[in-house]
Each structure stands twice: as C-alpha cells, then as structure tokens.
C-alpha cells in the first residue's frame, strides 16, 4: 500500500523553491514509482504530514488569517514578444552551483 493517495483536481499556484540534492532525487524517485508528477507528490506529501502536527493544527486555529497574500485581481499571462524557442531540449531540474574561488 503507498503512502499517497490518488489525485484529485484543485486550483494550484505556482511555486519556486530549492531542495537538498537527495531530497530532490527522492522526490524525483518517487513519482517515478507512482507514475505521477513531483508536483502532485508534494502536494500530498504537506497534506498528509503537516496534518499530523497536533502543535501546528492549534497554531493555525489560533491564527486564522492567510499566511500567504492572495491577489486583488486575476493576472493574466502575457505573451512574450520574442519567445526563446526550446530547440527540441528537454528541461531538466535545474543544478545550482558554487561559483569558483578566484585567489586573491
């Protein structure tokens, strides 16, 4: 028996983050042997834990208000004027790394 449920369709919004090297590959992992998307798995994974928390769930219920802004107005996306194109490559997740020392 996994540990996630099957999906179910909600709003979702988008979010830019980084993760440990291993937690990445894992995740990564992980919705390979699900047959599903990362994003989906971590969705699930904050629903399921976070849930658990019995300090954090009184927290929240005593500080009701939104701990993330919503907007006033919908935006819509704009088109780009000159779009980069892909050529064909497959976006990968992205590595960051540390920028050489220069001695001095």
């Not at 992992?29 to 928390?53: H, M, P, R, S, W």
């Amino acid at each position: 028996m996994t540990l996630i449920k099957p999906r179910t369709r909600k709003q979702t919004v988008r979010l830019i983050t980084k993760l440990f090297r291993e937690n990445n590959e894992t995740l990564y992992a992980y919705a390979k042997f699900l047959e599903e998307d990362v994003e989906y798995v971590l969705n699930q994974l904050i629903g399921t834990k976070l849930a658990k928390d019995k300090e954090f769930l009184r927290w929240r219920e005593s500080h009701p208000e939104l701990c993330v802004s919503r907007p006033s107005t919908p935006t819509k996306k704009l088109k780009a004027s000159h779009p980069t194109p892909s050529h064909g490559r497959e976006i990968s997740p992205s590595v960051e790394r540390e920028s050489p020392r220069v001695a001095g």
